[in-house]
Protein backbone atom coordinates (compact mmCIF):
# COMPACT_ATOMS: atom_id res chain seq x y z
CA UNK A 1 0.00 0.00 0.00
CA UNK A 2 0.80 3.77 -0.41
CA UNK A 3 0.32 5.76 3.25
CA UNK A 4 -0.10 8.78 3.33
CA UNK A 5 0.75 11.25 6.32
CA UNK A 6 0.49 14.34 7.73
CA UNK A 7 2.79 15.31 10.50
CA UNK A 8 6.32 13.96 10.90
CA UNK A 9 6.59 13.88 14.52
CA UNK A 10 6.64 11.18 17.19
CA UNK A 11 3.37 9.36 16.06
CA UNK A 12 3.51 9.34 12.24
CA UNK A 13 7.56 8.68 12.62
CA UNK A 14 6.92 5.10 14.82
CA UNK A 15 3.56 3.93 12.64
CA UNK A 16 5.75 5.11 9.72
CA UNK A 17 8.93 3.32 10.11
CA UNK A 18 6.62 0.03 11.42
CA UNK A 19 4.74 -0.13 7.73
CA UNK A 20 7.75 0.89 5.94
CA UNK A 21 9.37 -2.55 7.40
CA UNK A 22 6.29 -4.41 6.65
CA UNK A 23 6.58 -3.40 2.55
CA UNK A 24 4.39 -0.32 2.61
CA UNK A 25 5.56 2.97 0.88
CA UNK A 26 5.24 6.04 3.39
CA UNK A 27 5.31 9.63 2.34
CA UNK A 28 5.04 12.00 4.88
CA UNK A 29 3.82 15.65 4.45
CA UNK A 30 5.67 17.84 6.97
CA UNK A 31 4.19 21.46 7.00
CA UNK A 32 7.16 23.22 8.81
CA UNK A 33 10.77 23.25 8.12
CA UNK A 34 11.95 20.51 10.28
CA UNK A 35 10.98 17.04 11.54
CA UNK A 36 10.12 15.84 15.23
CA UNK A 37 6.80 18.09 15.88
CA UNK A 38 7.30 20.34 19.03
CA UNK A 39 10.31 17.83 20.24
CA UNK A 40 12.14 19.37 17.80
CA UNK A 41 15.80 19.98 18.87
CA UNK A 42 18.69 21.77 17.34
CA UNK A 43 22.42 22.93 18.23
CA UNK A 44 22.65 26.66 18.35
CA UNK A 45 25.72 28.15 16.31
CA UNK A 46 26.82 30.62 18.54
CA UNK A 47 27.28 28.47 22.29
CA UNK A 48 26.59 25.29 20.96
CA UNK A 49 23.74 24.47 23.56
CA UNK A 50 21.31 22.38 22.40
CA UNK A 51 18.19 23.63 22.29
CA UNK A 52 14.82 22.31 23.03
CA UNK A 53 13.12 24.79 20.08
CA UNK A 54 9.06 24.35 21.55
CA UNK A 55 10.80 24.22 24.98
CA UNK A 56 11.90 21.21 26.77
CA UNK A 57 11.10 17.47 26.89
CA UNK A 58 12.75 14.99 29.18
CA UNK A 59 11.51 11.26 28.26
CA UNK A 60 10.17 9.02 31.29
CA UNK A 61 8.18 6.62 31.04
CA UNK A 62 7.42 3.01 33.20
CA UNK A 63 6.92 1.16 29.90
CA UNK A 64 9.41 -1.21 29.04
CA UNK A 65 8.80 -1.74 25.48
CA UNK A 66 8.67 1.68 24.61
CA UNK A 67 12.08 2.52 26.33
CA UNK A 68 13.63 -0.18 24.57
CA UNK A 69 12.09 1.09 21.56
CA UNK A 70 13.44 4.68 21.70
CA UNK A 71 16.97 2.96 22.81
CA UNK A 72 17.18 1.39 19.29
CA UNK A 73 17.27 4.71 17.43
CA UNK A 74 19.38 6.92 20.09
CA UNK A 75 21.79 6.40 22.82
CA UNK A 76 20.07 7.59 26.09
CA UNK A 77 21.99 9.52 28.68
CA UNK A 78 20.94 9.15 32.70
CA UNK A 79 18.50 12.71 33.46
CA UNK A 80 16.73 13.78 36.27
CA UNK A 81 14.44 16.49 36.43
CA UNK A 82 14.62 18.61 39.26
CA UNK A 83 12.40 21.46 39.19
CA UNK A 84 12.40 24.42 40.88
CA UNK A 85 9.84 27.16 42.04
CA UNK A 86 10.42 30.74 42.70
CA UNK A 87 7.28 32.27 44.77
CA UNK A 88 6.95 35.56 46.99
CA UNK A 89 10.85 36.03 46.66
CA UNK A 90 11.55 32.42 48.46
CA UNK A 91 12.72 29.63 45.88
CA UNK A 92 11.65 25.80 46.77
CA UNK A 93 11.65 21.98 45.02
CA UNK A 94 8.71 21.07 42.80
CA UNK A 95 6.71 19.27 43.13
CA UNK A 96 6.09 19.14 46.45
CA UNK A 97 8.09 17.41 48.78
CA UNK A 98 9.71 17.13 52.30
CA UNK A 99 12.30 19.97 52.08
CA UNK A 100 9.40 21.75 50.62
CA UNK A 101 6.82 21.73 53.41
CA UNK A 102 9.54 21.89 55.75
CA UNK A 103 11.29 25.45 54.31
CA UNK A 104 7.47 26.79 53.56
CA UNK A 105 5.88 26.48 57.09
CA UNK A 106 9.23 26.77 59.13
CA UNK A 107 9.48 23.11 60.00
CA UNK A 108 11.01 20.48 60.75
CA UNK A 109 9.10 17.72 60.79
CA UNK A 110 9.64 13.96 59.88
CA UNK A 111 7.55 12.36 57.11
CA UNK A 112 4.74 11.19 59.35
CA UNK A 113 4.68 14.92 61.13
CA UNK A 114 4.49 16.22 58.03
CA UNK A 115 1.78 13.71 56.25
CA UNK A 116 -0.35 14.29 59.51
CA UNK A 117 0.44 18.41 59.01
CA UNK A 118 -0.91 18.18 55.70
CA UNK A 119 -3.72 16.32 56.33
CA UNK A 120 -5.03 19.02 59.32
CA UNK A 121 -4.82 21.15 56.21
CA UNK A 122 -6.35 19.09 53.51
CA UNK A 123 -10.31 19.97 52.84
CA UNK A 124 -11.87 16.82 54.35
CA UNK A 125 -15.80 18.15 53.32
CA UNK A 126 -14.64 17.27 49.67
CA UNK A 127 -15.47 13.49 48.82
CA UNK A 128 -14.92 13.83 44.81
CA UNK A 129 -12.99 16.39 43.70
CA UNK A 130 -15.23 18.21 40.69
CA UNK A 131 -12.09 19.94 39.55
CA UNK A 132 -8.52 21.20 39.38
CA UNK A 133 -9.06 23.31 42.61
CA UNK A 134 -11.16 20.81 45.01
CA UNK A 135 -8.42 18.58 43.75
CA UNK A 136 -5.57 20.64 45.39
CA UNK A 137 -7.69 21.59 48.33
CA UNK A 138 -8.38 17.97 48.67
CA UNK A 139 -4.58 16.80 49.15
CA UNK A 140 -2.86 19.57 50.32
CA UNK A 141 -4.52 22.52 51.55
CA UNK A 142 -5.43 25.92 51.07
CA UNK A 143 -1.71 27.55 51.58
CA UNK A 144 0.50 25.14 49.32
CA UNK A 145 -2.15 25.33 46.34
CA UNK A 146 -2.57 29.65 46.71
CA UNK A 147 1.47 29.46 46.80
CA UNK A 148 2.16 26.88 44.18
CA UNK A 149 -0.36 26.07 41.95
CA UNK A 150 -3.41 29.19 41.82
CA UNK A 151 -1.42 31.55 39.95
CA UNK A 152 0.25 29.29 37.93
CA UNK A 153 -2.36 27.64 36.70
CA UNK A 154 -4.45 30.87 35.74
CA UNK A 155 -1.44 31.66 34.00
CA UNK A 156 -0.26 28.34 31.78
CA UNK A 157 -3.97 27.81 31.16
CA UNK A 158 -5.97 30.98 31.02
CA UNK A 159 -8.74 29.70 33.26
CA UNK A 160 -9.78 29.58 36.78
CA UNK A 161 -8.57 26.23 38.37
CA UNK A 162 -12.59 25.80 38.86
CA UNK A 163 -12.98 25.12 35.30
CA UNK A 164 -10.06 22.58 35.01
CA UNK A 165 -10.36 19.01 35.44
CA UNK A 166 -9.19 17.57 38.14
CA UNK A 167 -7.03 15.00 36.16
CA UNK A 168 -4.57 17.78 35.34
CA UNK A 169 -4.08 18.11 39.24
CA UNK A 170 -3.14 14.08 39.51
CA UNK A 171 0.13 14.36 37.30
CA UNK A 172 1.60 16.47 40.43
CA UNK A 173 2.67 14.21 42.75
CA UNK A 174 3.10 15.29 46.71
CA UNK A 175 6.05 13.73 48.36
CA UNK A 176 6.52 12.71 52.50
CA UNK A 177 10.36 12.93 51.67
CA UNK A 178 13.35 14.53 50.30
CA UNK A 179 13.27 13.10 46.92
CA UNK A 180 12.82 15.97 44.56
CA UNK A 181 12.83 14.08 41.12
CA UNK A 182 9.99 15.56 39.62
CA UNK A 183 8.95 11.94 37.85
CA UNK A 184 8.67 8.53 39.50
CA UNK A 185 9.14 6.68 36.49
CA UNK A 186 11.88 3.83 36.36
CA UNK A 187 13.17 5.15 32.71
CA UNK A 188 14.41 8.38 32.63
CA UNK A 189 16.56 9.77 30.43
CA UNK A 190 17.58 12.55 27.41
CA UNK A 191 18.48 11.57 23.78
CA UNK A 192 22.33 11.92 23.37
CA UNK A 193 22.25 14.02 20.58
CA UNK A 194 18.52 15.10 20.36
CA UNK A 195 15.35 14.45 19.75
CA UNK A 196 14.77 15.45 15.88
CA UNK A 197 18.32 13.21 15.26
CA UNK A 198 16.51 10.39 17.27
CA UNK A 199 13.31 10.84 14.73
CA UNK A 200 15.79 11.23 12.20
CA UNK A 201 16.21 7.55 12.80
CA UNK A 202 13.10 6.21 13.21
CA UNK A 203 12.23 7.98 9.40
CA UNK A 204 15.65 6.33 7.87
CA UNK A 205 14.45 3.24 6.00
CA UNK A 206 14.40 3.62 2.12
CA UNK A 207 10.03 2.82 1.89
CA UNK A 208 9.72 6.46 3.97
CA UNK A 209 9.62 9.87 1.98
CA UNK A 210 9.42 12.84 4.12
CA UNK A 211 8.68 16.28 2.22
CA UNK A 212 9.16 19.17 4.57
CA UNK A 213 7.65 22.88 4.12
CA UNK A 214 4.48 20.88 2.31
CA UNK A 215 1.09 20.21 3.56
CA UNK A 216 -1.17 17.14 2.73
CA UNK A 217 -3.96 18.61 1.57
CA UNK A 218 -8.02 17.50 1.18
CA UNK A 219 -7.40 16.90 -2.43
CA UNK A 220 -4.27 14.51 -2.35
CA UNK A 221 -6.07 12.30 0.38
CA UNK A 222 -7.51 9.78 -2.26
CA UNK A 223 -3.81 9.42 -3.70
CA UNK A 224 -3.15 7.13 -0.59
CA UNK A 225 -4.85 4.03 0.57
CA UNK A 226 -4.96 5.59 3.73
CA UNK A 227 -3.47 8.23 5.58
CA UNK A 228 -2.95 8.86 8.81
CA UNK A 229 -3.23 12.66 10.31
CA UNK A 230 -1.27 13.83 13.48
CA UNK A 231 -2.60 17.23 13.11
CA UNK A 232 -4.95 19.32 14.60
CA UNK A 233 -7.97 17.44 14.65
CA UNK A 234 -10.29 20.39 13.76
CA UNK A 235 -7.92 21.69 10.75
CA UNK A 236 -8.57 18.42 8.92
CA UNK A 237 -11.91 19.59 8.92
CA UNK A 238 -11.41 22.81 7.74
CA UNK A 239 -12.62 23.76 11.46
CA UNK A 240 -16.64 23.46 10.05
CA UNK A 241 -17.81 23.22 13.03
CA UNK A 242 -15.86 25.86 14.93
CA UNK A 243 -12.22 26.07 16.67
CA UNK A 244 -11.30 23.75 19.16
CA UNK A 245 -9.12 25.39 21.63
CA UNK A 246 -5.13 25.06 22.18
CA UNK A 247 -3.01 27.04 24.20
CA UNK A 248 0.22 28.21 22.71
CA UNK A 249 3.81 29.56 24.10
CA UNK A 250 5.66 32.50 23.51
CA UNK A 251 9.63 32.67 24.41
CA UNK A 252 11.85 35.12 24.84
CA UNK A 253 15.78 34.40 24.27
CA UNK A 254 17.94 35.17 26.75
CA UNK A 255 21.85 35.03 25.91
CA UNK A 256 24.40 34.76 28.78
CA UNK A 257 27.32 33.33 29.91
CA UNK A 258 28.51 30.60 33.03
CA UNK A 259 25.51 29.32 34.68
CA UNK A 260 22.61 31.68 34.84
CA UNK A 261 20.15 30.48 37.12
CA UNK A 262 21.67 27.05 38.29
CA UNK A 263 18.71 24.77 36.94
CA UNK A 264 17.14 23.30 33.95
CA UNK A 265 13.78 24.40 35.18
CA UNK A 266 12.49 27.44 37.22
CA UNK A 267 8.63 28.16 37.67
CA UNK A 268 7.29 31.29 38.20
CA UNK A 269 3.85 30.66 40.37
CA UNK A 270 2.88 34.36 41.33
CA UNK A 271 0.45 35.34 39.17
CA UNK A 272 1.58 38.79 38.45
CA UNK A 273 4.86 37.49 37.12
CA UNK A 274 3.92 37.18 33.48
CA UNK A 275 6.05 34.36 32.41
CA UNK A 276 5.18 30.84 33.75
CA UNK A 277 9.02 29.70 33.69
CA UNK A 278 12.19 30.21 32.47
CA UNK A 279 14.74 27.37 31.04
CA UNK A 280 18.17 27.15 30.75
CA UNK A 281 18.87 24.44 28.00
CA UNK A 282 22.58 23.86 28.58
CA UNK A 283 21.48 21.96 31.75
CA UNK A 284 19.47 19.47 29.68
CA UNK A 285 22.41 17.89 28.41
CA UNK A 286 24.49 17.96 31.58
CA UNK A 287 27.14 15.41 29.97
CA UNK A 288 28.23 18.90 27.48
CA UNK A 289 30.12 21.66 28.97
CA UNK A 290 29.89 25.35 27.26
CA UNK A 291 30.97 28.69 28.49
CA UNK A 292 27.66 30.56 26.90
CA UNK A 293 24.69 29.71 28.19
CA UNK A 294 20.95 30.22 26.90
CA UNK A 295 17.65 30.86 28.71
CA UNK A 296 14.05 31.14 27.92
CA UNK A 297 11.23 32.89 29.23
CA UNK A 298 8.03 30.74 28.70
CA UNK A 299 4.63 32.96 27.81
CA UNK A 300 1.64 31.03 27.70
CA UNK A 301 -1.58 32.37 25.75
CA UNK A 302 -4.85 31.17 23.90
CA UNK A 303 -4.00 29.73 20.37
CA UNK A 304 -4.86 31.88 17.39
CA UNK A 305 -5.31 30.83 13.87
CA UNK A 306 -1.54 30.75 12.62
CA UNK A 307 0.14 29.67 15.86
CA UNK A 308 1.67 26.65 17.22
CA UNK A 309 -0.91 24.65 19.05
CA UNK A 310 0.69 23.07 21.77
CA UNK A 311 -1.62 22.21 24.94
CA UNK A 312 -5.70 20.84 24.14
CA UNK A 313 -7.69 22.64 26.45
CA UNK A 314 -10.38 20.48 28.42
CA UNK A 315 -13.01 21.81 30.29
CA UNK A 316 -15.02 20.27 33.48
CA UNK A 317 -18.15 20.64 31.79
CA UNK A 318 -17.81 18.67 28.69
CA UNK A 319 -17.21 19.70 24.80
CA UNK A 320 -19.67 19.50 22.50
CA UNK A 321 -17.48 20.75 19.62
CA UNK A 322 -15.09 18.41 20.27
CA UNK A 323 -17.37 15.46 20.80
CA UNK A 324 -18.76 16.68 17.20
CA UNK A 325 -15.54 16.50 15.26
CA UNK A 326 -14.79 13.09 17.30
CA UNK A 327 -18.05 11.77 15.54
CA UNK A 328 -16.74 13.25 12.25
CA UNK A 329 -13.42 11.43 13.13
CA UNK A 330 -14.76 8.01 13.64
CA UNK A 331 -17.08 8.38 10.25
CA UNK A 332 -14.01 8.84 8.41
CA UNK A 333 -13.40 6.24 6.06
CA UNK A 334 -9.64 5.86 4.94
CA UNK A 335 -8.20 8.18 7.76
CA UNK A 336 -6.68 7.33 11.24
CA UNK A 337 -6.47 10.34 13.38
CA UNK A 338 -3.50 10.26 15.95
CA UNK A 339 -0.94 11.82 17.97
CA UNK A 340 -1.76 14.31 21.12
CA UNK A 341 -2.91 16.58 18.18
CA UNK A 342 -5.47 14.32 16.20
CA UNK A 343 -6.78 12.85 19.10
CA UNK A 344 -6.75 16.36 21.31
CA UNK A 345 -5.23 14.82 24.33
CA UNK A 346 -2.49 15.52 26.75
CA UNK A 347 -0.01 13.07 26.18
CA UNK A 348 3.84 13.14 27.30
CA UNK A 349 6.06 11.07 24.66
CA UNK A 350 6.21 7.96 25.86
CA UNK A 351 2.45 7.55 25.99
CA UNK A 352 2.49 9.10 22.36
CA UNK A 353 5.06 6.60 21.31
CA UNK A 354 2.91 3.86 22.89
CA UNK A 355 -0.42 5.16 21.14
CA UNK A 356 1.19 4.99 17.90
CA UNK A 357 2.84 1.53 18.71
CA UNK A 358 -1.07 0.32 19.50
CA UNK A 359 -2.45 2.05 16.69
CA UNK A 360 0.31 0.38 14.06
CA UNK A 361 -0.69 -3.51 15.99
CA UNK A 362 -4.22 -2.90 14.82
CA UNK A 363 -4.10 -1.28 11.77
CA UNK A 364 -1.73 -4.29 10.48
CA UNK A 365 -3.84 -6.68 12.04
CA UNK A 366 -7.16 -4.91 10.34
CA UNK A 367 -5.40 -5.01 7.46
CA UNK A 368 -3.69 -8.49 7.36
CA UNK A 369 -3.57 -10.35 4.14
Same mark, same amino acid.
Given at each position: M?I??A??GL?C?V????L??N??????F?S????A?N?H???????G???H??? #???????D??V?E??????T??PY?N?????TK???F???????????FF??T?? #??????FI?E???T??E??R?F??Q?????G??L?Q??F???T?????K???E?P??IL??L??R?N???N???????????H??T?????I?D?P?I?V?L????V???????????W???????F?H?L????Y????F?R??Q???A???A???Y????????????H?H?????E????LLF????R???????????I?R??????LE?????A?A??????V??????R??D??VT?R????????WQ?A???
Amino acid at each position: MHIGMAGAGLSCAVIGRGLAENGHQITIFESRSHIAGNCHTERDPDSGVMVHAYG #PHIFHTNDDEVWEYVNQFMTFKPYINRVKATTKGRVFSLPINLLTINQFFGTTMS #PDEARKFIQERADTSIEEPRNFEEQALKFIGPELYQAFFLGYTRKQWGKEPTEIPASILKRLPVRFNYDDNYFAHRHQGMPEHGYTSMVENILDHPNIEVKLNTELVASDIEDYDHVFWSGPLDAYFKHRLGRLQYRTLDFKRIEQTGDAQGCAVMNYTDEEVPWTRITEHKHFSPWEEHDKTLLFREYSRACEPGDIPYYPIHRTDGDTLLEQYQEAATAEKGVTFVGRLGTYRYMDMDVTIRSALDTLAEWQKAHAN
